[in-house]
């Protein structure tokens, strides 16, 4: 069964900081990985998407990377501002067409 | 056009009682998914809808769970003799192809629903 880890589970960083967040996943048989974004009250925001086959992907001040062999993506969030301030979900989509999400990042960025 | 919209967007029920959740899909997305998403965890599968068929319902955690999309575009996911386990957000996602690597999947706000 797929398990999708993210750490820190909660992270604090004052405006303007770069940070990392973390995901880890046991079942490297994916077709891709996507992190999303959860605002408080609302649905989830499709944040970036990375197939199988590639190592990353960029977004403005976002970039993912993906190293499937060894079951692992991170998120770079550059510059960081208030309006980052969310719950951030990755998830990895499989053979069987399910989503499978870890418990998120909650993210505080501090003006 | 408009994204995916549930209603209502929020839900007290008493234990007991059923409960009735609504989706609408982007118009013309094929794929339907429903998830629940608990306190601090991340959104958990529960099933899956291609068109007007139930693909997949093994997520469903007991046969009071019953979800339906009967003409292939609104759907309904029906709690019945709700219990406390059952207090969750309730989400809905979309999809405009059968599901493949490339395919993204529109969130819903969420239903939050609460049984006291």
């Known amino acids: 069964k797929q398990e999708v880890t993210q750490i820190p589970a909660a992270l604090s960083v004052p405006e303007g900081e770069n940070l990392v967040l973390n995901c880890s996943f046991t079942?490297?048989?994916?077709?891709?990985l996507q992190w999303f974004r959860q605002d408080p009250g609302k649905g989830l925001t499709s944040l970036l998407l990375?197939?199988?086959?590639?190592r990353e992907q960029t977004s403005g001040r976002l970039n993912a990377s993906l190293d499937k062999s060894s079951g692992r993506s991170t998120l770079y969030i550059a510059a960081s501002q208030p309006g980052d301030s969310a719950t951030y979900l990755c998830?990895?989509?499989?053979?069987?067409?399910?989503?499978?999400f870890g418990k998120g990042t909650l993210l505080t960025v501090n003006p | 056009g408009a994204g995916v919209s549930q209603s209502p967007r929020y839900k007290v029920a008493k234990r007991g009682q059923d409960v009735a959740l609504r989706c609408d899909p982007i118009?013309?997305?094929?794929?339907l998914f429903w998830y629940q998403q608990a306190l601090g965890q991340g959104p958990e599968f529960l099933t899956y809808?291609?068109?007007?068929?139930?693909?997949?319902k093994s997520g469903l955690p007991s046969d009071r769970f019953f979800a339906e999309r009967p003409e292939g575009s609104v759907s309904t996911l029906k709690i019945q003799r709700t219990q406390q386990e059952d207090s969750a957000v309730y989400l809905c996602?979309?999809?405009?192809?059968?599901?493949?690597?490339?395919?993204?999947?529109?969130f819903g706000p969420g239903t939050r629903l609460t049984v006291l």
């Open positions: 118009s013309g997305h094929v794929s």
């Open positions: 809808f291609q068109n007007e068929a139930q693909l997949d």
């Open positions: 998830a990895v989509f499989g053979s069987n067409y399910k989503l499978t």
């Open positions: 996602a979309s999809s405009s192809s059968t599901p493949t690597s490339t395919d993204t999947q529109y």
């Open positions: 079942d490297s048989a994916i077709y891709n």
């Open positions: 990375i197939q199988s086959s590639q």
